[in-house]
């Protein structure tokens, strides 16, 4: 059974920093697309990044852009989002997804993990 678990989530403050990784289990990754998601309280989920198979593409919101890098390491099947000069408006739960190449919808998700950025 495929999991993606996500860890690196808490509390920072304005202008600051925090690594979020997502560890992925039970099946085999290979091809896939991973993304990270996110939805604050009373608003829709997001879409904030995303990085194909082998690392060469990568996409981001525009309300990210040069803040937030997504990276990967399939050897270990983890993707890590480095996210830096955060601002209170990042505030929200993130989600770790996954789906195949050719697909167009996200087939796994992960529990998600808080990020909270105070100002």
């Known amino acids: 059974q495929v999991q993606l678990v996500e860890s690196g989530g808490g509390l920072v403050q304005d202008g600051g920093s925090l690594r979020l990784t997502c560890a992925a289990s039970?099946?085999?990754?290979?091809?896939?697309?991973m993304g990270w998601f996110r939805q604050a309280p009373g608003k829709e989920r997001e879409f904030v990044t995303s990085i194909t198979w082998s690392g060469g593409r990568t996409y981001y919101a525009d309300s990210v852009k040069g803040r937030f890098t997504i990276s990967r390491d399939n050897a270990k099947n983890t993707v890590s989002l480095q996210m830096n000069s955060l601002k209170p408006e990042d505030t929200a739960n993130y989600y770790c997804?996954?789906?195949?190449?050719?697909?167009?919808?996200?087939?796994?998700w992960g529990q998600g993990t808080q990020v909270t950025v105070s100002s």
């Open positions: 039970g099946g085999t990754f290979s091809g896939y697309v």
């Open positions: 997804a996954a789906r195949r190449g050719t697909a167009r919808e996200y087939s796994y």
